[in-house]
């Protein structure tokens, strides 16, 4: 048998990874990513070092463990070729920053949720999480599938950057309160911290909705400066330590049933790497993709049990009058914000487009599938 070198071994190694990694991005990503490669060849020997910037807490749970193995898929893929350095919310620049530190380059990656930068750019918030919208499989088959990669590169090609879905909450709790919400009444006056659309929804229903870092929620929450805060789903905020300082965890989550995360790249920075190297590091973000969205379903059941079982606090749903001028609330800031914003009226109608054929759809699949079982 012929002997094979260590040498020629690995630069095997490394072109069936590269090969593989093509074929994964081909096979899960829009068909217009392959547009980032550039006819750049890779230069023997270099090593990329690139910085992500998060808005999560260091080291923290799911989130922030799913950029760090990005990092490593990306830097064995790669044969140690493109080494990314992964730094939390507040470690590099502050958390909500995080798309201004890669637009301008100082940092390559971000990742965090594109409602965070609704100041900046509204229309992104489509790209999150929209009340009484589409769910995680819905919000991954729209981007991937359905037309939304492409406006979500459009609205952020100024800024010389490109979103990536990069994992999904599911659909969330509605929040931890320090008050009873037994009527639209009880809403007035309300501090609460929630970003995004649902906060502008909550804003019009007569709350002071804040958008707060994560790291600094429970701070807020248990001196007052907060009444009222949503977060994720139950493995997160028990992390977070919200039933120490909270009476009420109430649901459904109207206002995120489905947030995806991103993970956003510069574009101008992603276009100078070797063609495989772009591939590689595209498969690995959508790796993570699936990863987070499974880690959180996987254990959000068994932190919502403890959370019943230590018996602290109160588990309520909000009341169908609540829901239902939420869902009226939720239309009419929809309804302006389209008439307001060219590149939120383009979105809009093709979100909606989808979401009305993939409600159709679910009609005869889940919904019915879940009736029946639970039956």
């Given at each position: ?32 990513t ?6 750049i ?11 992500m ?36 919310g ?10 201004d ?24 918030q ?25 406006l ?30 037994n ?47 949503e ?27 489905g ?12 276009a ?29 059941n ?8 230590e ?8 009341p ?56």
């Amino acid at each position: 048998m012929e002997s094979i070198s260590r040498k020629k071994f690995l630069t095997k190694g490394t072109a069936a990874l590269a090969g593989a990694s093509v074929l994964s991005t081909w096979a899960c990503a829009p068909e217009d990513t392959a547009k980032t490669a550039t006819s750049i060849s890779a230069e023997p020997g270099k090593v990329y070092h690139w910085k992500m910037v998060t808005t999560w807490p260091p080291n923290f749970p799911i989130l922030g463990e799913g950029c760090k193995l990005m990092a490593d898929w990306v830097d064995k893929m790669s044969g140690g070729r493109l080494k990314i350095q992964v730094f939390g919310g507040g470690e590099l620049v502050p958390a909500l920053e995080s798309f201004d530190a890669v637009s301008n380059g100082s940092a390559e990656l971000g990742n965090g949720a594109a409602y965070y930068w609704a100041g900046k750019v509204p229309a992104a918030q489509f790209f999150s999480s929209v009340p009484f919208g589409m769910n995680a499989q819905q919000m991954n088959a729209w981007i991937i599938s359905g037309g939304g990669q492409a406006l979500w590169d459009k609205i952020y090609e100024p800024f010389d950057v490109r979103g990536f879905p990069s994992g999904n909450t599911g659909v969330q709790m509605g929040g931890w309160f320090n008050k009873e919400i037994n009527s639209v009444a009880d809403l007035q006056g309300l501090k609460m911290r929630i970003p995004g659309l649902g906060g502008l929804v909550m804003k019009e229903a007569g709350v002071t909705a804040m958008n707060v870092a994560g790291g600094e929620i429970y701070t807020n929450l248990e001196r007052g400066v907060l009444d009222a805060t949503e977060w994720i789903g139950p493995y997160h905020d028990y992390k977070m330590g919200f039933q120490k300082i909270a009476r009420y965890y109430y649901y459904p989550g109207w206002h995120e049933p489905g947030s995806t995360l991103e993970t956003i790249v510069n574009k101008s920075k992603l276009a100078s790497l070797p063609e495989d190297l772009q591939e590689i590091l595209i498969a690995a973000i959508y790796r993570q993709n699936l990863w987070t969205l499974s880690e959180i379903e996987a254990k959000n059941n068994e932190y919502l049990e403890k959370i019943i079982a230590e018996g602290e606090v109160e588990l309520r749903q909000f009341p169908q009058e609540v829901i239902s001028k939420l869902r009226e609330i939720t239309k009419q800031v929809l309804d302006r914000m389209v008439s307001e914003n060219a590149q939120a009226k383009e979105i809009y109608e093709s979100y909606s487009a989808f979401q009305a054929a993939a409600k159709k759809w679910a009609e005869y699949t889940e919904k019915i599938y879940y009736n029946v079982i639970s039956g």
